[in-house]
């Protein structure tokens, strides 16, 4: 299970009510849930898993794994003065990176403030320390997260600290909520 948040930060959503209901000629990402299906890509996806992220001060943030038969992508979103802003990543290996970011976060605190990876230079932009849990479980994780961006803010990268020695990083693109279509909620 791969858990990672991105540039949710500074302007993080409060916890919605989980006892209003959505609007059926109207349903967007936010009201995604386990078990719903959307189209992306000219493919259909599941969301086989929803996690949630406790930033303190009540704010919370989500993500959402989605899968097809044979491949597997981390949605999330931030609403931003009534705007949604979305991003679409896969797991990727922290090794992958250039240098030895574990090492780096153990000596300094903090990984580096560019990386590059498959030819492009990220820019750190945000950091933050949550409490993760999977939306079916009452268990929670401390997690440090760190997000990048490419100078366009086309592509995205984040690094996370699970414990002392577990790192996740993922890479993807910043992506528009209208490109995913045909929700249809469980």
């Keep these: 299970?791969?858990?990672?948040?991105?540039?949710?930060?500074?302007?993080?959503?409060?916890?919605?009510?989980?006892?209003?209901?959505?609007?059926?000629?109207?349903?967007?990402?936010?009201?995604?849930?386990?078990?719903?299906?959307?189209?992306?890509?000219?493919?259909?996806?599941?969301?086989?898993?929803?996690?949630?992220?406790d930033w303190g001060d009540r704010y919370f943030t989500f993500e959402f794994l989605l899968a097809t038969v044979d491949k597997k992508k981390f949605l999330h979103y931030e609403e931003d003065d009534g705007e949604l802003e979305c991003t679409l990543t896969e797991k990727i290996r922290v090794g992958s990176l250039d240098g030895d970011i574990p090492e780096e976060i153990k000596r300094n605190g903090t990984p580096p403030k560019e990386i590059n990876y498959k030819g492009i230079t990220f820019y750190r932009d945000e950091e933050g320390v949550a409490h993760f849990r999977d939306t079916e479980t009452r268990n929670w994780e401390k997690v440090v997260s760190w997000s990048y961006y490419d100078e366009a803010e086309k592509h995205v990268l984040s690094i996370e600290q699970w414990g002392e020695n577990e790192f996740e990083a993922a890479f993807g693109?910043?992506?528009?909520?209208?490109?995913?279509?045909?929700?249809i909620l469980p």
Excluded: C, H
């Design 1 to 53: 299970m791969f858990k990672w948040l991105t540039n949710l930060f500074s302007r993080k959503k409060k916890k919605p009510d989980e006892s209003l209901n959505y609007d059926p000629t109207n349903v967007q990402i936010k009201d995604l849930r386990k078990g719903a299906f959307l189209d992306y890509d000219l493919e259909t996806w599941e969301v086989k898993a929803q996690y949630e992220y």
């Design 173 to 183: 693109l910043v992506v528009d909520e209208n490109e995913f279509t045909n929700i």
